[in-house]
């Protein structure tokens, strides 16, 4: 009696062993077609991400001190997605000022990644009074002072 009991454990017990999903981070890709950003031009490259538990956002931001562009895809499940992106510089941006470009990736995980790169502008509007000393979104500008 005990033989037969037993071996169904066993059973029941190899079915729950099974390969599992494994816990990754999405890999996350950044790629800008300049070095320098424009005031009032845009900002051009390629964001790409993959994950094995699947993809559920892709979204890249252009910060500076006073605006945040972005640009976002929501996916479903993907592995993997890429796509070309072209955000704004605002017009008003002075010299020299500092522009992040912002990326991140979620996964199906609630598991995040994000990686960023700054570029300064060149030929912009002459600097003006700050109205905030707030750090921003995706943390360009700092403390005036």
Do not use: H, K, W
Not at 4 to 33: N, W
Not at 116 to 123: K, M, Q
């Amino acid at each position: 009696m005990r033989a037969p009991t037993l071996l169904v454990a066993l059973a029941a017990a190899a079915a729950c062993v099974g390969e599992r999903e494994r816990l990754d981070v999405p890999r996350i890709s950044l790629a800008l077609d300049d070095s320098v950003a424009t005031a009032g031009g845009t900002l051009t490259g390629r964001v790409g991400a993959a994950d094995a538990s699947g993809l559920t956002l892709l979204a890249v931001y252009a910060c500076t001190r006073d605006s945040t562009y972005r640009n976002r895809e929501v996916l479903f499940g993907q592995d993997s997605a890429a796509f070309a992106f072209e955000l704004r510089v605002a017009s008003v941006t002075p010299d020299n000022a500092p522009v992040r470009v912002y990326a991140v990736a979620l996964d199906g995980q609630n598991f995040s990644s994000d990686t960023s790169r700054i570029l300064y502008v060149r030929g912009g509007a002459p600097p003006s009074d700050p109205v905030d000393s707030g750090a921003g979104l995706c943390g360009v500008g700092g403390p005036l002072q």
